[in-house]
C-alpha cells in the first residue's frame, strides 16, 4: 500500500506528488512480524544517508586533522557526529508523520521567494559536493588502475545509471548494494587500525574536547572543514524523502509511532558505524604521518 500524504496542514499548501512516487511506499511491512523482524524492514535509509558522512570532504579532513594534531580533533568529529544524529532523526520524523520530504515542507511553509532561494542553494551545494564524488572516484580509478581522468569520469558517471537501474529492480537493491560497500569500508579499517597499532591512552584521550581547538587557528580551521563536511544538508533531504520508501498508515498513531521508531534507530546505527569509519581515518593518519613527521598530508 503506497502512503499518501496527507491534508495540508495550516499555513501549508497542499502537495499532490509524494516524494519519489516511483518508490514511495513501495516497501510493505508486514503484520504480526517480531521486533526484530520488523526493525529489518526498515534497515537501510539511514546507511543510504551514512554515506554522505564519509564522502572525500570528511577523507581530506580527517587526514589533514591527524596529520597536524593526532587524536585531538576527534572530539570534533564525535561532536559533528551526534549533531547529525539529532538532525537525522528530525528528518526522518518529517518524512514520516507528515508525508513530505524537507523540500516539499520549505515549499509549502515558506513564501515563494524564500522557497526559490532555497532551491538554488541547493542546486549550487549538489552540483559542489558532486564535483567532489566525480573527481575522486576518477583519482581512484587512476590510482588502483591507471586509468585516465577523463575515462574515469565517465565511469563514475555510468554509476549512476546503475544506482538508477537497481532502483527500478526495487529500492531494496540499492540499500543493499550501499549497505555492502559501507561493510566493505569498515572491514578494511578495522585490519588497518590493528596493523598501525595506534596509542591507545592518547587516542581515547582525543575524544574529550580541549580548548586547544578553539585557541589554535589552524586547529580551528581544520575543526570546522570537519563540521562542514558532516553536517551537510543534502542528507537531510534525502533521508526524509527515501524514509518513505517503507509503508506507513497515515491514520495510525501508534504505527507513525513505531515507524519514526525503527528509522531512528536504523540512522543512529549507520551514522554510527560512519563515525568509526571518520575516526578510523584520523586516527590512522595520526599513527602512521604523524608519527613519522608527515604532519603536512593534507592533499595527494
Known amino acids: 500500500m503506497a502512503a499518501t500524504t496527507e491534508?495540508?496542514?495550516?499555513?501549508?499548501?497542499?502537495?499532490?506528488?509524494?516524494?519519489?512516487?516511483?518508490?514511495?511506499?513501495?516497501?510493505?511491512?508486514?503484520?504480526?512480524?517480531?521486533l526484530v523482524a520488523r526493525h529489518l524492514r526498515w534497515v537501510g535509509p539511514g546507511f543510504l544517508v551514512a554515506v554522505g558522512y564519509m564522502d572525500p570532504g570528511n577523507w581530506?579532513?580527517?587526514?589533514?586533522?591527524?596529520?597536524?594534531?593526532?587524536?585531538?580533533?576527534?572530539?570534533?568529529?564525535?561532536?559533528?557526529?551526534?549533531?547529525?544524529?539529532?538532525?537525522?532523526?528530525?528528518?526522518?520524523r518529517l518524512g514520516i508523520v507528515t508525508g513530505r520530504d524537507l523540500a516539499q515542507a520549505c515549499r509549502d511553509a515558506y513564501p515563494r521567494p524564500i522557497s526559490?532561494?532555497?532551491?538554488?542553494?541547493?542546486e549550487i551545494a549538489i552540483v559542489a559536493c558532486d564535483l567532489a564524488e566525480v573527481i575522486g572516484s576518477a583519482i581512484a580509478l587512476k590510482l588502483l588502475f591507471g586509468l585516465p581522468l577523463v575515462l574515469g569520469v565517465v565511469l563514475t558517471a555510468a554509476d549512476?545509471?546503475?544506482?538508477?537501474?537497481?532502483?527500478?529492480?526495487?529500492?531494496?537493491?540499492?540499500?543493499?548494494?550501499?549497505?555492502?560497500?559501507?561493510?566493505?569500508?569498515?572491514?578494511?579499517?578495522?585490519?588497518?587500525l590493528v596493523m598501525?597499532?595506534?596509542?591507545?591512552?592518547?587516542?581515547?584521550?582525543?575524544?574529550?574536547?580541549?580548548?586547544?581547538?578553539?585557541?589554535?587557528?589552524?586547529?580551528?580551521?581544520?575543526?570546522?572543514?570537519?563540521?562542514?563536511?558532516?553536517?551537510m544538508p543534502h542528507n537531510l533531504y534525502l533521508h526524509s524523502s527515501i524514509v518513505q520508501t517503507r509503508a506507513v498508515r497515515r491514520d495510525s498513531i501508534e504505527e507513525q509511532r513505531s515507524a519514526v521508531n525503527h528509522a531512528t534507530v536504523d540512522?543512529?546505527?549507520?551514522?554510527?558505524?560512519?563515525?568509526?569509519?571518520?575516526?578510523?581515518?584520523?586516527?590512522?593518519?595520526?599513527?602512521?604521518?604523524?608519527?613519522t613527521g608527515a604532519t603536512e598530508v593534507a592533499s595527494l
Open 116 to 122: 526559490l532561494a532555497l532551491w538554488i542553494l541547493c
Open 160 to 192: 549512476v545509471l546503475i544506482i538508477l537501474f537497481l532502483q527500478g529492480k526495487g529500492f531494496r537493491f540499492v540499500e543493499a548494494l550501499v549497505m555492502a560497500l559501507i561493510v566493505t569500508i569498515g572491514v578494511c579499517f578495522a585490519i588497518e
Open 60 to 92: 581530506a579532513t580527517d587526514l589533514a586533522g591527524g596529520a597536524q594534531f593526532r587524536y585531538m580533533l576527534l572530539s570534533v568529529i564525535l561532536i559533528s557526529n551526534l549533531m547529525a544524529i539529532f538532525l537525522q532523526a528530525l528528518t526522518a
Open 7 to 34: 491534508a495540508a496542514r495550516p499555513g501549508w499548501r497542499s502537495t499532490a506528488a509524494p516524494s519519489l512516487p516511483e518508490v514511495n511506499g513501495s516497501i510493505v511491512i508486514p503484520k504480526g512480524l517480531g
Open 267 to 291: 540512522s543512529t546505527v549507520a551514522l554510527m558505524m560512519a563515525l568509526f569509519i571518520n575516526s578510523a581515518i584520523l586516527i590512522l593518519s595520526a599513527a602512521v604521518f604523524n608519527a
Open 196 to 231: 598501525a597499532r595506534p596509542e591507545i591512552g592518547p587516542l581515547l584521550a582525543g575524544y574529550i574536547p580541549t580548548p586547544e581547538i578553539v585557541f589554535n587557528p589552524e586547529a580551528l580551521y581544520i575543526a570546522i572543514g570537519i563540521l562542514g563536511a558532516t553536517v
